[in-house]
């Protein structure tokens, strides 16, 4: 079954960097994309980027541009999101989710269990 | 960017009503709208997927409908597993963005 497992929690301080990780099971990595969603706290959901796994190709959202650097790695079935210059307002639960392309078709079929990014000085 | 604005933001149901959920694309997005379902503390969950179709496993009360910038999800018969947060999503065009989301409460 497919299967999307992330990395623990962390906590950070403003300016400082994180890496989250999304270790895919139970399909072909490089077949589906990679979305990365945040959530703050009592908010609703934030689609941050994309990456093909298959050639590396990504996009991003707007806002984050230059902060984000979405990364993959076939030979573990990881996906990775690195967001850097933290601020107190990038404190969310970041949820990777496999993005899946069909005839007319593209949905976020499966979702990680989420990572609770706390930024704090 | 394409805006998706959801309605009602909230409503209150009893057991058993039919519950109609709307969302509006500020621009055509064909069919390339899905739903999720999301319950506290919990990844959200795909319910809908092209507007209409839907996704293996999900009760066939949940129902998708509309294209273009006008679209619904309709819960048939509402079940007490069924209260949580619902959004809309499009993927026509990048950024993929989300509706505010409708909260779904017991009355």
């Known amino acids: 079954q497919v299967q999307l497992v992330q990395s623990g929690a962390e906590v950070k301080k403003p300016g400082a960097s994180v890496k989250v990780s999304c270790k895919a099971s139970g399909y072909t990595f490089t077949s589906s994309g990679i979305s990365w969603v945040r959530q703050a706290p009592g908010q609703g959901l934030e689609w941050m980027g994309w990456i093909s796994p298959y050639n590396g190709n990504t996009k991003h959202a707007h806002n984050l541009q230059g902060r984000v650097t979405m990364t993959t790695d076939t030979s573990t079935s990881t996906a990775y999101m690195e967001l850097r210059s933290l601020r107190s307002d990038d404190t969310a639960v970041y949820y990777c989710?496999?993005?899946?392309?069909?005839?007319?078709?593209?949905?976020?079929?499966?979702w990680g269990q989420g990572t609770l990014v706390t930024v704090s000085s | 960017d394409i805006q998706m604005t959801q309605s009602p933001s909230s409503l209150s149901a009893s057991i058993g009503d039919r519950v109609t959920i709307t969302c509006r694309a500020s621009q055509s997005i064909s069919n390339y709208l899905n739903w999720y379902q999301q319950k506290p503390g919990k990844a959200p969950k795909l319910l809908i997927y092209?507007?209409?179709s839907l996704q293996s496993g999900v009760p066939s009360r949940f129902s998708g409908s509309g294209s273009g910038t006008d679209f619904t999800l309709t819960i048939s018969s509402l079940q007490p597993e069924d209260f949580a947060t619902y959004y809309c999503?499009?993927?026509?065009?990048?950024?993929?963005?989300f509706g505010q989301g409708t909260k779904v409460e017991i009355k």
């Open positions: 989710a496999r993005s899946y392309s069909v005839h007319f078709s593209r949905y976020f079929d499966y």
């Open positions: 092209g507007a209409s």
């Open positions: 999503q499009q993927t026509y065009s990048t950024p993929w963005t």
